[in-house]
């Protein structure tokens, strides 16, 4: 591991559920870097372009919302998945969802499934766990 900023990569259509992670965040492990993405294009674009940049070995983490439009977290982790360049970075997918096919499709992919806490506390739980999962324990 290097000595950079690790990234975080959150793709989820809904801006509240950005925010409040995005807040979680930065008051767990201020020395990570999050990217945001309001769609799984979006999501997609910026894998594009990180690697294509130097700084693709800070990314640490992808974070998808199974529920989003046009172009859902099985979709998008499908179209993940088809590149090798991200093929060692965690992905989780972060949901309301408990379906037992969800979950299976997730381990298929090689992803943990996690489901959205209700209230910031747990939330926070649940991100410490996610940042062990991506090397970043605080």
Known sequence: ???EAPMILYIDDD?????????????IYPK???LI???AEKG???????EASENSSQLRLIIIDMNMPKMDGRETLKEIRKNTFWVNIP??????????????????YGADYVTKPISYESLKEVVKQLLKKGGMVP
Do not use: G, H
């Not at 925010?19 to 008051?27: D, G, L, T, Y």
């Not at 997609?44 to 990180?50: A, M, Q, S, V, Y």
């Not at 992905?91 to 298929?108: A, M």
């Open 15 to 27: 801006p509240d559920d950005l925010f409040i992670f995005s807040e979680s965040i930065e008051s």
């Open 32 to 34: 990570a870097i999050m």
């Open 1 to 3: 591991m290097t000595n």
């Open 91 to 108: 992905i989780v997918i972060f949901t309301t969802s408990s379906y037992p096919q969800d979950i299976e499709f997730c381990k298929n």
């Open 37 to 39: 993405a309001q769609s």
């Open 44 to 50: 997609l674009e910026r894998l594009k372009d990180l």
